[in-house]
Structure formats: C-alpha cells, structure tokens
C-alpha cells in the first residue's frame, strides 16, 4: 500500500527541479514584480514573454516558482507571470504562519489579479499549484477565462490514484537502466516497508527522460522548496474535496488537463477521470512525458499549452 503518510502522494515526494537552461528557450527579458496581497505579505511574480497574460502557480508543494522556468519556451507566446507563493522565492515570509494553507493563498491569488488589472485570470497550475487554482476558481468562478492544469495534484478533488494506478505506469518505464533500482524501492513503498531512501530513488519515474539534465535541476530543487509551509499547506481542514467537486461542476470556464504518458503520479487513465469533473475540458496526453512535461518534450508542450481552448464537451481528449 501506498504510505500517504510521507505528504499524501508521490507528486508531492520528489522534489520539482530548477528549469535546466539546457532546455531553456532563447533568453528573454525577465523582470520581477511585486505586490501586496490582502495581509500586507509582500509577494512577487516574475514576468516574461509577449501576449496574453498568463498566470502561473507552481507545485512543489510551496517551491519557488524558478523551476518551471520559461516553460519550455511558451514565453515566446504567451506573457507568463510566475508567482512566487509566500514564503517562496522572492516573495515575503508572512507574519501568521497558518496563511501558507492552500485555502489561504486564494486571496494571494486574487490580489495578483487586482495589480495586473484584468477582469479575469488565464491560470496555469503545475502539480499542488493545481490545488491553489481549482480553490480560486471555486471562490471566484466569474474571475477565471479558462484553466490549464499540467499534472495536477488529484489531492484537491478527492480522486484516488492505487497502487495498481502506478504500477501499470511503472512498468511502461523497463527498458529503461535505472528501472530495477526504482522499482524494487517502489515495491517496497507499496508494501509499507519503505526505506528512507527509497523515496529518492524513485525520483527516475517522476521524469519522462531521467538524463543528466534531470538529475541536476532535480539536485538543485531542495533549496528552493520551503519545507515549513510544505508542511502547512494540505492542513487538515483545508478543504473538502466533495464540496470542490460539487463547485466543479458549475465552472464556465474551460479546463485544459495536462499529463504525461509516464507519470506515475497522475497516470492517464487517472487523469481522464480528473478532465471529467468539468463541464468543458479537454484532457491532453504528452507521449513519453513525465511529470514534468515542458521539460521532456518543450516542444510538444508548448504547441499544447497554446492551443485554442477547448469549446464543449466532458473530457474530449487530445494527443
């Protein structure tokens, strides 16, 4: 079995890496900005590319939002504004620690929306960051214009992923040399017998491609991760998954669904059950990606991050 005692799911055990600049787009202007949100917590967002604004929230959970870098170059596309969550990246430690719950950060959300002047948000959410964004579309439905959630966290809505889920993923991943290591750590977790390292070593499964790109943004992402408000984030209490389901349910807005053929952290059939809470979403998956899909395959992300919204329909998929 599963231990969701370690943080409630393997998206939130690996750590999400700096944006290797290997894959990095062509450098574009890049500047920081800072608000105030409704607590006085100074917050920033970092702001690159041309065109419609496009709101983006990291997982982790709580990490800096440097790791999602450029996105894989969707920056050339779309005018993306990164928010660092509070206590994060640049953004300020707040002064009431209980303030890094999810449920919390919404008006973090909604303030960011007052100082860049729009009357409604086009939000992206990676992972946890998914969390964060349904909550603010449930509050504030009529400010959101449409939704992209890249494997998101099933967290928020209650959706179960088993053990049967991430094998059948995992197995998908043989060829692959690291694949004995990771999956006996993996056999172990499911058994209850999980070793302190085991959690690490099955990093690998997390990654579409587990090169040494992956290997040093994945190094690097300890430090950006603020472990306190980790741990405060998913507070008991913090939401009630039926009732953001129920919510769901009268969103306008339309919703892109993300995810990667190999991620074991949201397999695909997980996910389709996932693009079926709303009324109008489009569930997309990247062959060959992983978790983190902009870094697997930039280019296919980005051509489906741009993509026209989609229209009608429960869960049409896309390739």
Do not use: K
Request: one cysteine or more; hydrophobic letters at 45%; glycine letters at 8%.
């Amino acid at each position: 079995m599963f231990l969701p005692s370690q943080t409630g799911e393997i998206a939130d055990l690996v750590r999400l890496p700096v944006a290797p600049p290997a894959r990095a787009a062509a450098a574009r202007l890049r500047f920081v900005d800072t608000f105030e949100s409704t607590d006085g917590t100074r917050l920033a967002c970092h702001r690159e590319g041309e065109g419609r604004p496009l709101v983006c929230l990291p997982g982790g959970p709580m990490q800096a939002s440097a790791y999602l870098g450029d996105l894989g170059g969707l920056s050339a596309h779309r005018a993306l504004v990164l928010l660092d969550l509070r206590g994060t990246g640049n953004s300020a430690v707040p002064a009431d620690p209980s303030t890094y719950r999810c449920d919390r950060q919404v008006d973090d959300v909604e303030a960011l929306r007052v100082h860049l002047g729009l009357d409604r948000l086009d939000l992206l959410a990676h992972s946890a960051g998914a969390a964060l964004a349904l909550l603010y579309a449930t509050r504030h439905p009529d400010r959101v214009a449409g939704l992209v959630l890249v494997t998101p966290s099933p967290r928020v809505v209650g959706l179960e992923v088993s053990d049967a889920d991430r094998r059948e993923v995992a197995e998908l991943r043989r060829g692959e040399p690291w694949f004995a290591e990771a999956f006996a750590a993996f056999e172990r977790i499911w058994a209850g017998a999980a070793t302190e390292g085991d959690w690490a070593a099955i990093t690998p499964f997390t990654y579409g491609r587990w090169d040494d790109v992956a290997r040093t943004g994945d190094a690097r992402a300890e430090a950006q991760r603020n472990a306190d408000a980790a741990a405060r984030y998913y507070a008991d209490g913090v939401f009630d998954p039926t009732a953001v389901r129920s919510a769901l349910t009268r969103l306008a807005a339309p919703v892109r669904l993300v995810a990667g053929e190999v991620d074991v952290a949201l397999p695909p059939s997980r996910a389709a059950d996932y693009a079926a809470l709303f009324p109008i979403a489009e569930l997309v998956v990247q062959p060959g990606a992983g978790h983190f899909p902009w870094l697997d395959d930039p280019g296919a992300f980005v051509r489906t991050a741009v993509a026209s919204r989609p229209a009608v329909g429960r869960a049409d998929t896309g390739g």
